[in-house]
């Protein structure tokens, strides 16, 4: 082949493989994962839906009207684990699409690295880390349209087969989860879902209860290659063994989700956005459930 016409081969490849990325960033996977549990509990037959990472900039950001397509799901639970926005506009018309999923037993919302700052690629690439914001004027928002925000704190939710806790971090990325304050309130014969931001978190667990933490901020990955040829990034500090699903790190059973947005580039390739409806399986149902 003539070097221009290998050029030319190589070019077309690559316009190729950026419309495909562009287009799968917005092909959202709506899937169930079964949860098994270890022992009974008030768990049992509970459905969540783990949301995470939408970076919404403004009301047409990709992942806020998408988030339309998950209305019919009706879970007991939505958990949302942080990166809500990128740029402050976005903050209300994400608010309003996350309220409008009817959750049973409500919203639940905790802060990650992005709702804490907002910077452009521009700023980051030219080493300015961009505006700090006040998280309290982004929980204020998550309040006043009805969202429940958890800040290193805990809330008890009563359920029909007993009591479930929702403890919250603020952002492990940045070192704002504070355990101890996040736990103060938990009794530890019930069982607990924790919600942090970064998987990292795991870290901080402990001896402290944690039936399933949920996390986000890796996105998958967000760009894999094809059989896993070179590692995705997950930007933590530890190595977790995916970029997303269900694992055990550093002995704390955890979900992390590929979330629903992207940051810097709106681009995935090998990993497309996901919402995640985890269904959590008692120890009396069959093994075949599981499957
Ligand atoms: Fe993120």
Redesign the pocket.
């Known amino acids: 082949m003539r070097p221009l016409s290998t050029l030319a081969a190589v070019g077309a490849l690559g316009m190729g493989a950026l419309g495909w990325a562009l287009r799968e960033a917005q092909a959202l996977v709506i899937e169930t994962i079964r949860v098994p549990l270890a022992t009974a509990s008030a768990l049992d037959g509970m459905t969540v839906l783990h949301l ?2 939408l ?1 919404a900039e403004s009301p047409r950001t990709w992942s806020v009207g998408a988030l339309r397509q998950l209305e019919r799901l009706e879970p007991d639970l939505v958990l949302v684990t ?2 809500v926005i990128t740029q402050p506009p976005g903050l209300r018309p994400a608010t309003r699409a996350l309220v409008a999923l009817r959750a049973r037993l409500g919203t639940f919302v905790v802060l ?3 709702d804490h700052y907002h910077g452009t690629l521009g700023q980051r690439v030219s080493g300015k880390i961009g505006r700090f914001s006040h998280p309290e004027a982004v929980l204020g928002v998550f309040r006043e349209e009805g969202l429940n925000t958890l800040r290193n704190s805990s809330v008890r939710v009563e359920t029909e087969r007993g009591p479930v806790q929702l403890v919250g971090t603020d952002d492990p990325y940045f070192g704002m989860a504070d355990l101890n304050q996040a736990y103060a309130a938990v009794d530890s014969t019930e069982p607990v879902l924790l919600l942090a931001h970064s998987p990292d978190a795991a870290r901080l667990v402990g001896e402290r209860r944690c039936d399933l933490m949920l996390s ?2 890796t ?1 998958g990955g967000q760009i894999l290659f094809p059989g896993g040829l070179i590692r995705g990034m997950t930007n933590t500090a530890l190595r977790l063994p995916s970029t997303y699903g269900l694992m055990v790190i550093e002995g704390v059973p955890t979900h992390v989700s590929a ?1 629903v ?1 992207t ?1 810097n580039l709106p681009l995935r390739f090998n990993c497309p956005p996901r919402a995640t409806l985890l269904e959590f399986v008692g120890p009396g149902r069959a093994p075949e459930a599981l499957a």
């Open positions: 995470t990472d970076h942080g990166d990650g690295n992005h986000g901020h996105h979330g947005g940051a």
